[in-house]
Each structure stands twice: as C-alpha cells, then as structure tokens.
C-alpha cells in the first residue's frame, strides 16, 4: 500500500499539481484520503524522499515538493553501474554512439546564442589548462554542452547522467603529470570543432567529434589502469591521498 499512495504522490508531483517547494497534507489528510494507516503513510513518504520528490526536513511539520536533482540521479546511475560491474569501456562506448550525431547536428542548427556559449567554454578550458583538476571539469562541461545545444533533450539528459562518472574518469587520469601535454591538444581539438561548426560543417563536424572521442578513450582508458567504475573511486582516492602526503 505504501508503493500505491508514492505512486499517487508521485504522479501529482510530475503533473504539477503539486508545486515545487509546495507542503504536503498533513498526515492526518493523508490518511484519510488514501484509507491507510499513518505507518504506510509514513513508508510512502521515505520512498518518496530516496527519488528526491520531497524532503523531509527532521523536526519541521510535513514534507515539502522538490524537483529531481539531476546531480543526484547521476550518481545513482553510477552505483547501479558499479553493482553491475560496469567497465569504463563501456561507459566510453555509451558516449560514442550519442555524441558524434549530436555534433552534426549542432552543426546544422546552432545560433548566436549557442556560438557564445561554446566560445566561453573554449575560454574557460584555456584559464584552466595548468590546471588538471579544473581543466578535466571544463572539457567535461564543453562535451555536455555540445550535448545539450543540439537540443534532443533525451540524450542531453542520458549525457547528464552519465557526466558523474565520466568528469571522475577525466579527473582521476588528468592529475597524472605524463598527461600534461594531452590537455593542449585536447583544447586544440575543441577549437578546431568549433571552427567546423561555425562553417556548418555538419558531416565534418560529426566525423571530427568521433575522432576525437576516440582519441580521448585510447588516452583515458589505457593509462588509467581500473577496469570497473568502482575501481575509479577507489583510484582517485588513492591518487587524493597521496597528493596529500606529497
């Protein structure tokens, strides 16, 4: 009974009939309206809170409505990964079949708008380049725009829950000095992209991008020495503490 009343919850939330930052009814009308008891409305509402529908603020009255947090699916996409024993590999391979067709099709259809942003994504790679850590996450957020630009929000969401693992992946391999010389010619490729876009070179473009993940996987992949994604967590860890002691 308690999965009934989530799901009744649940779809009020999705509708919009119940707003973001929106309270509950209180328990007693809860009960009521369902006809269960208050342990079940009580279970119902912590299934709800673990799919970040609602919060339940401890010694506050009732819960409130919140939007999913993308950040937080991602990282529940991650662990069901490394339950399934996920290799990178695959992860990278994932990314491959969605990203290159998006590139061509950013090709086509970018504006004004989506040139400036892209641009600024150039520039913030370039302030990060002595930076491994930083410049990781701004190669990371150059790919999710590319993504998202080209406007298929399924994908942009499929590349937004895979970005956790992916930006760990990039960070854990770029704090290795042997890699300093890959993040100029990782930021080159991204100029010249983006010089292909602008021409609307949208078959170029799509083949350029292709490459250019393949590279990068050949690069990331082979020196990083894990296999799974739970491996990663347990290398970037260690490279953590080590940087530490250093």
């Not at 970040?52 to 991650?78: C, F, K, M, W, Y």
């Not at 994932?94 to 892209?118: C, H, I, Q, V, Y």
């Not at 641009?119 to 790679?125: I, M, T, V």
């Not at 370039?126 to 993504?147: C, G, M, N, W």
């Amino acid at each position: 009974m308690a999965e009934v009343v989530a799901e009744f919850i649940r779809r009020d939330i999705v509708t919009g009939v119940l707003k973001e930052g929106e309270q509950l009814p209180a328990a007693a009308v809860l009960i009521e309206r369902f006809g269960v008891s208050k342990p079940t409305i009580r279970e119902a509402l912590r299934i709800l809170e673990s799919e970040t529908l609602i919060e339940v603020r401890r010694g506050a009255s009732g819960a409130r409505v919140q939007l999913p947090n993308e950040v937080a699916a991602g990282r529940a996409v991650g662990i069901l990964l490394q339950l399934d024993q996920t290799t990178l590999k695959d992860v990278w391979q994932a990314r491959m079949t969605f990203e290159p067709p998006l590139a061509g099709l950013l090709a086509r259809s970018w504006n004004e708008e989506d040139m400036a942003k892209l641009r600024e994504g150039l520039e913030n790679s370039r302030k990060a380049l002595i930076d491994p850590i930083k410049f990781a996450e701004s190669q990371t957020d150059f790919h999710y725009l590319v993504v998202t630009l080209a406007g298929n929000r399924t994908l942009a969401l499929m590349a937004r829950l895979l970005n956790e693992v992916i930006r760990l992946h990039e960070t854990a391999v770029n704090t290795d000095p042997e890699h300093d010389p890959l993040r100029t010619t990782a930021l080159k490729e991204h100029e010249d992209f983006v010089n292909l876009l602008e021409t609307r070179q949208d078959v170029e473009a799509e083949a350029f991008w292709r490459a250019h993940l393949q590279t990068n996987a050949e690069n990331l992949l082979g020196d990083s020495g894990p296999h799974t994604v739970l491996d990663l967590y347990s290398s970037l860890l260690a490279r953590q503490e080590l940087r530490l002691r250093l």
